[in-house]
């Protein structure tokens, strides 16, 4: 959890102020064009082009996403490796397709994204540990919001994450139990949009569900 002091936010503030034809003459003009390219390739319109400071900063109050029934992305001006990054994700949710909501469409879009990044020179392994956290916490969610089977997530994904089921049943614990005892925003969201509270029913049968299934692992050993 990234905390701001009043000053931060302040020059925030100041900095999103600008129009945005103010924003988009900051682009790195190499990078646009690759969007611009795919944008037209794909038919994809922006809905918003939304400011962008750092990688940090930039999911505080902004949410970039994909509009898959207009067709549209809102999306940050790139104007470093990461920007772009985000470009990419939200332009691949469109061209990729996939609107199963959840972690294999983010896992999809990441892979698009990272694919375009290695293309042009601008992956760099911090993104891609950032994709892979990404796609965790999607996960994540799925298991503890929407009662997604863990011994039914794909293999495939697990593997690329780098993780085992049995983290992912941990952790979605500790979730669940968090969420049980606090009502904080869905990981997600956490940064982005506090409106968004996580529902406990949700989480406690998911939380059951969990337990469940450990306590019958435990006593068929
Ligand atoms: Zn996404």
Redesign the pocket.
């Known amino acids: 959890m990234i905390r701001y002091t009043k000053n931060l936010q302040k020059k925030r503030e100041m900095k999103n102020k600008l129009t945005t034809k103010q924003r988009l003459a900051k682009a790195d003009k190499e990078m646009l064009g690759i969007v611009r390219k795919y944008l037209n390739r794909h038919g994809i319109t922006v809905r918003k082009w939304l400011p962008y400071n750092d990688r940090r900063s930039s999911f505080r109050n902004v949410v ?3 509009y898959f029934d207009a067709h549209q992305v809102s999306i940050p001006i790139p104007i470093d490796r990461y920007s772009f990054y985000v470009c990419m ?2 332009i ?2 469109l061209v990729r397709g996939d609107r199963r909501y959840g972690y294999v ?2 896992y999809v ?2 892979r698009w994204a990272l694919d375009r990044c290695q293309k042009y020179g601008y992956f760099t392994k911090q993104t891609e540990r950032f994709a892979k956290q ?1 796609v965790y916490r ?1 996960l994540l969610e799925d298991v503890v919001f929407r009662v997604h089977p863990i011994d039914k997530i794909r293999q495939d994904i697990l593997d690329w994450i780098g993780c085992t089921a049995e983290q992912v049943r941990r952790d979605s614990i500790k979730l669940g139990k968090i969420m049980l005892t606090k009502r904080v925003p869905r990981p997600e969201v956490l940064v982005f949009n506090e409106k968004d509270i996580v529902d406990a029913p949700s989480a406690y049968k998911a939380l059951i569900g969990i337990s469940l299934e450990q306590l019958n692992l435990k006593a068929s050993k």
Do not use: K, S
């Open positions: 970039y996403e994909a994700h939200e691949g949710h469409m983010e879009a990441e990404y999607a």
